[in-house]
């Protein structure tokens, strides 16, 4: 079955970088766009960067020039770098996957960013 495995979050000040890591298995991999959203605390879950099939990756406007999202498929894996973090990033990242018209969500991984 479709699994997704976010991991990399935790604790940081302002201005620092994380790298979050999304292992997938149950699918063709390669095949498939890769999503990465956040939640933050009360606040709607939101689409943060997108990586294509072909590698290119779209980016939200608000996080343009600090996240950047890649993908390695030889290991089934995605990442979404994050740069110059700031407070209002904090959230929980998810990673997702539509497959065959079915949505998977990862368990999410925390990030905190302290002022």
């Known amino acids: 079955q479709v699994q997704l495995v976010e991991s990399g979050g935790g604790l940081v000040q302002a201005g620092g970088s994380l790298r979050l890591s999304c292992a997938a298995s149950?699918?063709?991999?390669?095949?498939?766009?890769i999503n990465w959203y956040r939640q933050a605390p009360g606040k709607l879950r939101e689409l943060v960067a997108r990586?294509?099939?072909?590698?290119?990756?779209d980016v939200k406007d608000s996080v343009k020039g600090r996240f950047t999202a890649s993908r390695v498929n030889a290991r089934n894996t995605v990442y979404l770098q994050m740069n110059t973090l700031q407070p209002e990033d904090t959230a929980v990242y998810y990673c997702n996957v539509v497959v065959r018209s079915e949505m998977y969500w990862g368990q999410g991984t925390q990030v905190t960013v302290s002022s």
């Open positions: 149950g699918f063709t991999f390669g095949s498939y766009h």
């Open positions: 990586i294509y099939v072909t590698g290119n990756v």
